[in-house]
């Protein structure tokens, strides 16, 4: 069955730092979206992404925060100088179409800022 | 703004027990409600969806859900518990019409299952 495949599994970086998380959706998915789940906490939407643009954010989704879909296959989250508070896993997720469509979720990438 | 309730973070059931999670939404129109499950170190998979037609949904695994729209809920269901069934549930719900479909998800209900 075709799954969502997130890298790296788990990532260690000093605060500060730039990170990036790579995602690559369902191969016919046309929607991709990051969540993110604080430890102990609700996940939580943060952007989607639809015909190369965001078509939706959230409020935690500021300006340390990018997306891209640099080629045909992968779709990459950046957080641009990372906080201790964005420790985090962080899923990637595609769907074929929105409203109502099956949203399918990759494993995680789990993120620790030190 | 929509927002969902899993009452019980925790539930505690033994072996061939019926298992009951509930899930209560807050939305002025009745949105699509999803039932998603994390086992240990894996990700989020989809259980069951209620999007339109007969409100009780069947899912994978032997659950299922009810849409009651007078009571804004969608409880998930399984007559009889395996132990396979012990990991995260959470439901979830997308505003009906919305251009990023969004999910906004409940805190989740941790399921454990007794020998």
């Known amino acids: 069955e075709p799954e969502v495949t997130q890298t790296p599994s788990h990532q260690v970086t000093q605060m500060g730092q730039e990170v990036i998380l790579r995602c690559v959706p369902i191969s016919n998915h046309l929607y991709f979206y990051w969540y993110r789940q604080i430890l102990g906490q609700k996940v939580e939407f943060l952007v989607s992404f639809y015909n190369n643009e965001i078509s939706e954010k959230s409020e935690i989704f500021d300006d340390q925060f990018s997306v891209e879909r640099p080629d045909g296959s992968n779709f990459t989250l950046k957080i641009r100088s990372t906080k201790l508070e964005d420790s985090a896993m962080y899923f990637c997720?595609?769907?074929?179409?929105?409203?109502?469509?099956?949203?399918?979720f990759g494993e995680g990438s789990w993120l620790t800022v030190v | 703004a929509q927002s969902v309730t899993q009452l019980g973070s925790h539930v505690s059931v033994s072996e061939g027990a019926l298992v009951l999670l509930r899930c209560n939404y807050s939305?002025?129109?009745?949105?699509?409600l999803f039932w998603y499950v994390q086992y240990p170190n894996q990700g989020l998979q989809l259980l069951l969806k209620y999007t339109t037609g007969a409100t009780l949904v069947k899912g994978i695994n032997g659950f299922e859900a009810e849409f009651k729209k007078s009571e804004t809920s969608f409880h998930l269901t399984k007559p009889s518990a395996h132990m396979s069934d012990a990991a995260e549930y959470f439901c979830a719900v997308s505003e009906r019409g919305n251009a990023g479909n969004m999910l906004t998800f409940g805190g989740g209900t941790r399921l454990m299952v007794k020998p």
């Open positions: 939305s002025s129109v009745p949105p699509y």
């Open positions: 997720a595609s769907s074929e179409g929105r409203a109502g469509n099956t949203i399918y």
